[in-house]
């Protein structure tokens, strides 16, 4: 109705515009709409129980990714298990103890700095920590100890913004019934941001799954499954998750369907983890 | 921080009237500093967590440093930054020079920045100020899909679909090259744009644009010339953040752009910084001149990377101040 009384060049820009903005967001769904149709498209033929289920066999020339699974649950618990409680520590750290300015600032410069470095540089790193000076090798623990660098940025983060949002009150009110600084958090404060650590728990997993060049150059290459027996085993297996056997069977065995059925999978995931921690923090902002 | 001051003084206060009384009960005694050593040792437990993230940058730049220092001193730091053959498998005069993937590296983010920030921002525009609200809440988590998406994916797409169609349309030998790396950074970086560029447009205070319509702008020109200019450090944040990502991907640009470390043009194969690391890390050998080069290289990308981290602390010191 306002269009109408104006100037033909402010009603020319009017519309440019207005179609620009449309055009941008529509180009951005598009992508992701073709992105995720086309993996679909050629990637669900080749998903089925076997495929879930069992390891690759040349001699029977079935297909399955089943190893590839199991590293990825592996890199997640390893990589979680570590990086949480280090990541909620430094968050409770930052927000319950610190009294030095610089300090925090140092931390959260830190912090920031983590998120920003690239994985390659990580896949570096990791090579040349966990791999060489501390002699793991190329194996999975190797590859779970450079994703706790990682993911802890992340963990902090969350962690810190949901500390943040726990009312000064319920601290004083515990101080004042006469508990100490630990009493405190580990009884009143803890309790009521259990959701933003759960929302900063999936984040990292998302970033765990998501991840692929620290593992190739950290974990190992193998799509077969490997023997977790005995601790030593458990300690030495080395192999591909779910991403890195994408690229080794898109890049090196050109094997274009199985890559495109992990990719559905990877998609599937995540779906699921946007989901998750879209719940979560809508929990968290209640 | 006043507040938390209070509080530490509240916390003094109550732990020396403990302090005080646990001398007058004996029976007590033991149990109450039980607890005050526990209350000491997760203090430190905590100090020692919050550190951690120092020390791993300190580690990280350390290791990178002292890894990276030998390649450089026995090629020479002019002959490796500004050389212009890589050739490192070459056994009787191998070439380390990385000037090739430097110029890959600016000119490979600089298009993903020219396609992907206009998208961007004006997806960025149209989700915090035009779009119903409910064509937003489809828009936003299609967005943040974007974001979660694993970089080999994007890879798979871009080899399958992309080289595919770039060498049919422009009639190449090889659809490998710069421009298809070009358009998967430029696809990767979207959602980072994109989110940013909206926290910081939604931020923009309601009056600002009241007062812009009150006074007879069309709500478009509002948009664009009150509240963009207004939310100016926070587009910018959200640009230097694209390009960090779009510097720093490195696997999805491995399955597309080729890796012949050319000096780059927009249809020839092209080895970016961090495709240099990756292509020859499986097999260059621990303690050789190529595997010391590899981390060299790294090195170089650190302090790229470190630059962007301090221009994005400039823009964003920038916004608070704003």
Redesign the interface.
């Known amino acids: 109705m ?2 109408r009384q ?1 100037s033909p060049s ?1 009603r020319f ?2 519309i440019a ?2 179609a ?6 529509a ?3 598009l ?2 709409v073709c ?1 995720i149709g ?2 679909c498209y ?1 990637g669900i033929p080749g998903i089925n129980w076997e495929f879930l289920t069992t390891e690759e066999s040349l001699l029977r020339g079935t297909m399955g990714i089943l190893p590839a699974i199991v590293h990825t649950l592996y890199v997640i618990l390893f990589s979680i298990i570590i990086a949480l ?6 968050a ?3 927000t ?4 030095n300015r610089r ?1 925090v600032t ?2 959260e ?6 998120a ?6 990580y ?3 990791g ?3 966990f791999s ?2 501390l002699k793991l090798g190329t194996t999975l623990i190797a590859g779970s100890l450079t994703l706790v ?1 990682m993911t ?2 992340t963990i ?1 983060r969350t962690t810190q913004e949901s500390l943040k949002t726990v009312p ?1 009150s319920y ?2 009110g515990s ?2 019934l ?1 508990s ?4 405190m ?1 580990r009884t009143v404060v803890l309790p009521s941001s259990v959701d933003g650590i759960v929302t900063g728990c999936i984040l990292a997993i ?1 970033r765990v ?5 620290v593992l ?2 950290t974990a190992g ?1 193998s799509t077969m499954m490997q023997d977790f027996s005995s601790i030593q085993n458990f300690m030495d297996a080395s192999g591909a998750t779910l ?2 056997a ?2 080794i069977y ?2 090196e065995r050109a094997d ?1 369907a199985v ?2 059925s992990i ?1 559905t999978i ?2 599937v995931l ?2 699921v ?2 989901l998750a921690a ?1 719940y979560a923090g809508k929990k968290l902002k209640r | 921080m006043q ?3 209070a ?2 003084l ?2 003094a206060g ?2 020396g009237r ?1 302090a005080g009384k646990a001398q007058v009960v004996g029976k007590d005694t033991g149990r109450k500093n039980g ?2 050593a ?2 000491h040792i ?2 430190v ?10 020390g ?2 300190l ?2 730049s350390v ?2 440093i002292i ?1 990276g220092i030998p390649a450089i001193r026995e090629v020479g730091l002019v002959n490796f930054l500004f050389g212009d053959t890589w050739d490192s498998y070459n056994k009787t005069d191998p070439q380390f020079g990385i000037l090739p993937m430097i110029l890959t590296s600016v000119y490979g983010t600089a298009g993903a920045i020219v396609i992907g920030v ?6 960025a ?3 915090s100020k ?2 119903p609200p409910k064509l937003a809440a ?2 936003r ?6 974001a ?10 871009g ?3 992309l080289v595919p169609w770039i060498r049919t349309t422009f009639n190449l030998p090889a659809g490998d090259s710069l421009f298809a790396a070009i358009i998967v950074l430029a ?1 990767m970086i ?1 959602p980072s744009i ?1 989110s940013v560029s909206e926290t910081a447009l939604q931020a923009v205070p309601q009056e600002y644009e009241e007062a812009s319509l009150a006074l007879g702008a ?1 709500e ?2 509002t948009y ?1 010339r009150v509240s963009v200019p207004a939310a100016k450090s926070g587009i910018a944040a959200a640009v230097v953040l694209g390009i ?1 990502r779009a ?5 999805a640009i ?2 597309v752009a080729g890796n012949v470390a050319n000096m780059p043009s927009l249809f020839s194969s092209v080895r970016f910084l ?1 495709t240099g ?2 292509i020859e ?2 097999y260059a050998s ?1 303690g050789s001149l190529q595997r010391n080069a ?2 060299s290289i ?1 090195l170089v ?2 302090l790229f ?2 630059l ?2 301090v221009l ?2 400039v823009v964003l010191k920038r916004e608070k101040e704003d």
């Open positions: 306002h269009t104006l402010r820009y009017d515009v207005r620009l903005l449309y055009v941008s967001s180009v951005t769904v992508l992701l992105i086309y993996i050629r409680p280090l990541g909620v520590g430094a409770i750290y930052l319950e103890y610190a009294h300090l140092a931390i410069y830190a912090t920031e700095t983590l920003g470095i690239p994985s390659i540089i896949a570096l790193v090579a040349i920590i060489e000076a660098i802890l940025p902090i000064q601290r004083e101080l004042g006469g100490g600084k630990w009493r958090i998302g799954v998501g991840e692929s060049a190739m150059y290459l991403t890195v994408l690229y898109a890049k274009f890559a495109f990719a990877l998609l995540t779906v983890i946007n879209g | 507040m938390k001051d509080m530490n509240t916390a109550a732990g403990t607890r005050k526990a209350e997760m203090q437990v905590f100090l020692i967590c919050g550190l951690i993230a120092v791993f940058v580690l990280i290791y990178l890894s206009p998208i961007g921002f004006f997806t525009v149209f989700l035009v779009a489809v828009v988590p299609a967005v943040s899909l974007l979660g998406i694993p970089s080999v994916v994007y890879g798979l797409v080899m399958i679909v696809v979207l994109i069309t478009l020109e664009f960090g510097i720093g991907e490195a696997m491995l399955m961090t690391i990756a890390m499986n621990p590899l981390y790294g990308l650190f990377i470190m962007i981290n994005l602390n």
